[in-house]
């Protein structure tokens, strides 16, 4: 299996902030590799797929990059809507496997 | 739009199985792989498998001696078992569709989620 590590586990930011998560793949997964929005309660929601491509609906202050083994999102301008856990997730092969997550809270 | 919606017991005693549904409405289920994904309480991810509408399924080998997965396309509904089920089963149960192109694979649609317990 493919193994997704996020980093850091969980942040505190403000609003306005701008913030990065990254998430490293142990081995390469070219750009197979997506981003996910959770809020408590409710189903993940797909904020970036193939590394960097926007998802429709989703605000332009979030973007992703990377290839191969590294990526990372960014949210450019914190807002309150945006506090909630983050995930990575490869679609390389089967089985797809999930970052352990980083949640962002207010500080 | 396309919904998914799960719908099962909610509380399974151990050593029996687990069945969950997920009922796709707004589109086809046809061209489409359509996963079960699950969430212990305060835990992450974790991708238990896929049906595509034509039966073809994969497995995550941690679990694969355990699922079973099914597709009904005239109902457009695709379906979970999981056997012999312990405490470690108790999580929230997604369904997703899988969106696939050239150079994406991806889960647009999800369920809300249907919360299994596994408790006698």
């Known amino acids: 299996d493919i193994q997704m590590t996020q980093s850091p586990s969980s942040l505190s930011a403000s609003v306005g902030d701008s913030v990065t998560i990254t998430c490293r793949a142990s081995?390469?997964?070219?750009?197979?590799l997506n981003w996910y929005q959770q809020k408590p309660g409710k189903a993940p929601k797909l904020l970036i797929y193939?590394?960097?491509s926007l998802q429709s609906g989703v605000p332009s202050r979030f973007s992703g990059s990377g290839s191969g083994t590294d990526f990372t999102l960014t949210i450019s301008s914190l807002q309150p809507e945006d506090f909630a856990t983050y995930y990575c997730q490869q679609s390389y092969t089967t089985p797809r496997t999930f970052g352990q997550g980083t949640k962002v809270e207010i500080k | 739009q396309v919904q998914l919606q799960e719908s099962g017991p909610g509380l399974v005693k151990p050593s029996e199985t687990l069945s969950l549904t997920c009922s796709v409405s707004?589109?086809?289920?046809?061209?489409?792989?359509w996963s079960w994904i699950r969430q212990p309480a305060g835990k992450g991810l974790e991708w238990i498998g896929r049906i595509y509408s034509t039966e073809t399924t994969n497995y995550n080998p941690s679990l694969k001696s355990r699922v079973t997965m099914s597709v009904d396309t005239s109902k457009n509904q695709f379906s979970l078992n999981l056997s012999s089920v312990t405490a470690a089963d108790t999580a929230v149960y997604y369904c997703?569709?899988?969106?696939?192109?050239?150079?994406?694979?991806?889960?647009?649609?999800w369920g809300q989620g249907t919360l299994v317990t596994v408790s006698s």
């Open positions: 081995q390469s997964i070219s750009n197979y």
């Open positions: 997703a569709r899988e969106s696939s192109t050239v150079t994406s694979r991806s889960f647009d649609y």
């Open positions: 193939a590394a960097s």
């Open positions: 707004g589109g086809s289920i046809s061209s489409y792989y």
